[in-house]
């Protein structure tokens, strides 16, 4: 089992439609959870941090977290072309002595206008 | 321009050769990370510094790879006697620390080993 599981994609939504984005963690002890945008070629850029159960909102993006379920998602409403990109899961653990990221294998977005 | 930077973003090189990249993080920020991503994957974390202390490596990082960050500023990444199976996009990230942080990405640096 990964550490950080998404669905690969495609996922082809049209433009103005609600965009839903899911993604699964192995270890309990994860503490903080983020989500990224990465354009084709591109770095990954921060889209929305999450570290507690509930949603939490940033102008069209929601990101929802259930730790029990270790389960976090994104939601994108009002869905553009400009957002067609990869978006990449990551989730913080700590261990002795220090810290890891792990990101899962990410989401590829279409937006269709 | 004062965010995170990477030299090379392009490197060629023949198989058996060594290289070594450099990432300036943003001037502030005492973490610093590698990290390498291939097509269809997401970042595969390799090794990261607090200040300029070592304190987490990946288990998959060979003995080929070795990472400085000298002073706690600049970080140097040299991977001894390429294989093709080095051929990746390394990135680079740097953050303020704690758990919750935020990494800022370098644009990274493509290699491709012949």
């Not at chain 1, 439609?17 to 993604?23: D, K, R, Y």
């Not at chain 1, 069209?60 to 409403?77: E, G, W």
């Not at chain 2, 300029?52 to 990472?67: C, G, I, M, T, V």
């Not at chain 2, 001894?80 to 080095?86: A, F």
């Amino acid at each position: 089992q990964k550490e950080v599981e998404q669905n690969s994609g495609p996922l082809s939504v049209p433009e103005g439609a609600i965009a839903s984005l899911n993604c699964t963690y192995s270890d309990r002890g994860s503490q903080s959870f983020f989500w990224y945008r990465q354009y084709s070629g591109k770095s990954p850029e921060l889209i929305m941090s999450i570290y507690s159960n509930g949603d939490k909102e940033d102008g069209r993006f929601t990101a929802q977290l259930n730790k029990a379920s270790q389960y976090v998602s994104l939601l994108i409403r009002d869905s553009q072309p400009s957002d067609s990109a990869t978006y990449l899961c990551a989730v913080i653990h700590g261990s002795t002595g220090g810290f890891k990221t792990i990101f899962g294998a990410g989401t590829r977005l279409f937006v269709k206008a | 321009d004062t965010g995170v930077s990477q030299d090379p973003r392009h490197k060629i090189t023949k198989r058996g050769q060594n290289v070594t990249f450099r990432c300036d993080p943003i001037s502030e920020h005492n973490r610093l990370y590698w990290y390498r991503q291939t097509l269809g994957q997401g970042p595969e974390f390799l090794t990261y510094f607090q200040n300029e202390a070592q304190l987490e490596k990946s288990r998959l990082l060979s003995d080929r790879f070795s990472a400085e960050r000298p002073k706690g500023s600049f970080s140097t990444l040299e991977i001894q006697r390429t294989e093709q199976g080095d051929s990746a996009m390394y990135l680079c990230a740097s953050s303020l620390g704690g758990l919750q942080e935020t990494q800022y990405f370098g644009p990274g640096t493509r290699l491709l080993v012949l």
